[in-house]
Structure formats: structure tokens, C-alpha cells
């Protein structure tokens, strides 16, 4: 197998052919087969694996074609990895964390892969791309494969192809795959339906800790870890700890894993890391043992299935010539305040149901 060491997974669509759409060869490189692209992921080549994501990643129609055939064949390699979800407020230092994390599970000779959500630009369709060059050491790790995607608008603080990506991630032999979100206010529903073990980080001192929790989110996550929690902050981070705690008693949904997993964490100086880690492993370990897993990741299936049908229904009606042009009506008289959104959308639907099937 041709060395990769070192390649760090490059997004097709922010890269050299995000407008032109163009295949997802670069120069001088001729375009895969169906077979060679499963054979190269199967293999553990990091360099197909790349090209394998850039091709789930596009959007024209014969790239889909070919990524469905490809992910049809991979499909039975995959669900092997321990895939955890991580979120927190943008400066928490997520990317800070998966590198200390993920270079100690290298060590142990763990294969790590990370995908990472980069926020896109609402005005250019860009996204800054920077986890290439935040995780230095895993970039180079050979034990690891780290991936920046753009968001490019996707809901729920992940890209709309990451389910692929981890499954090809899965495919290709890593052990954990760590899927960071965006962390921009976004729902968080999209990850927690993807994941095993999902896990939000938290600053210290940032004002009354209290207010900061989400009701939705704590109903989602599995822990709660105040970062960087070392040196004048390690005081801060210890009290927000009891004051999460504390709300979480009350506030935590109720069932076999129960109230989230509060504890203070620094990337900085490794504290707590590695009993984070064994936390996860644990929990995931007797998901695994007691059928919990199984049961979870079937559900999250059809919660992929019920997303994939809404995101095709509203292309297709968005992209049909007769709605498109009573919308543009309708929606100037909203604007203008002479007819109310309810009434519009009644319209556009009733338009919708009289249209050949």
C-alpha cells in the first residue's frame, strides 16, 4: 500500500472545485472506480479515504450515484468505531481538545478519525478551515485521520454529508471517530442522532454558569466538562462543576444512563483527560454488552432515513417551476405586509397537492 502518512483529509466542495463542481480527481490523477474506491477504504488508505468523502461531499448527480454504490458495498464494515459527538461555545477550545485527546488514544494504538465541522460564511458559502492547522500533531499522526468539512448551512451544527463520512471513516478501520460540531447556537439534535456519547464543553468564569445551560442541550449530552480548567481558572472551573451538577440533578431527562457525567478538564496540562476518556469507553462498553447500542444506532438509522425524505421533499418542491413562481409572488405580498406567512404557505402546499405525482 502506497505510504500516507501524514495526509490530512482535504473537503472537495472548499477546496479547488467548490464552484465548478468538477470530479473529485485532482490533476493528473484519473477518476476511481466503484471497486477502487471501496478496495483503497477497505485498505486503510488514507489518501482514498479523503477522495471517498470528497465524493459523498458533491453534489451533482453522478457523484451520488457513484458515492451510494460505494457506501452499498462498504455498508457491512461498518458500526465498529466508538463515535463521539463534541460541541461547546466557539473559543471553549474543542479542537484544542480532540488533539489531546486523540493523540492519547493514539498512543494506545487506537486509530482516531476526526471530522470536523467548520462554520460557512452566510454571505460567501466559505468556511474558514482551520482544524487543519489546529491539530498539528494529529495531522501528523499516522494513527490518525483528521477531516474539516464545511457546514455550508446544514442545521444542527453538521455537515449534511458527516453520517457518510463516519461511516466510511468506520470502513476504513478507525477505532473512535470524533465528530466536532460547529457550536454556534445551532440545535444539536443532528449530532446527538449520530452519536453514541455525546459530550458539550464548558468555559469556566463566564458569568453565571446557571444561565448558560440550554434545556434542550442537557437533555442530549452524556457529560459535561469544564475545560480548561487549569492555573487562575482551575478554581472557576471546579464551582461551575458543582453549580452543573447541581442544576443537572433537576434538570437531567430520566433513564438507564441518568443524569449527565459533570467534570473539570485541561487540555493544557492533561488533567482529566484520560478519566474522560475512560468514562466514555466504560459507558460505550456496556451500550455494547447490554444491547443499548444496537437499539440506538437502529433508531438513528431512522432518524437519517426521516431527515433524508424532508431535505428531498423540500428540494423537490422548492425546485418545482410552479411553486417556484407563486412563491416569488406570495412572498413579496408577505413582505410588503398584504398577506400573512400562514396563508402563503397554505397556498404553495394546496398548489403542491394539485401537481402530477
Known sequence: MTSTKGIVGRPFEATEAASSNEPPAAPGRS???TEQYVRGVLEGDRAILARTISLVESTKATHRALADAVLGQLLPKTG???????TGVPGVGKSTFIEALGTRLTARGKRVAVLAVDPSSSVSGGSILGDKTRMLRLG???NAFVRPSPAAGA???VASRTRESMLLCEAA?????????VGVGQTETAVAEMVDFFLA???PGAGDELQGIKRGLVELVDMIAIHKADGDNRAAAELAARQYANALHY????????????????SQTGAGIEELWAIIDERWSAMRTNGVLAERRRQQNESWLNALVRAGIERRFIANPA????RVELLEAVREGALTPVAAADRLLRMWDQQPK
Do not use: K, N, Q, W
Not at 80 to 86: N, Q, Y
Not at 173 to 181: A, H, M, N, Q
Not at 253 to 264: H, N
Not at 323 to 326: E, H
Open 31 to 33: 477518476h476511481l472506480t
Open 80 to 86: 465498529g468505531a466508538a463515535r463521539v459527538g463534541i
Open 140 to 142: 501528523v499522526d499516522p
Open 155 to 157: 442545521m444542527g451544527g
Open 173 to 181: 478501520g478507525f477505532d473512535v471517530v470524533l465528530i466536532e460540531t
Open 201 to 203: 464543553l464548558m468555559l
Open 251 to 266: 434538570l437531567a431527562r430520566r433513564g438507564p444512563e441518568g443524569a449527565p457525567t459533570v467534570m473539570t478538564c485541561s
Open 323 to 326: 411553486i417556484s413562481a407563486l
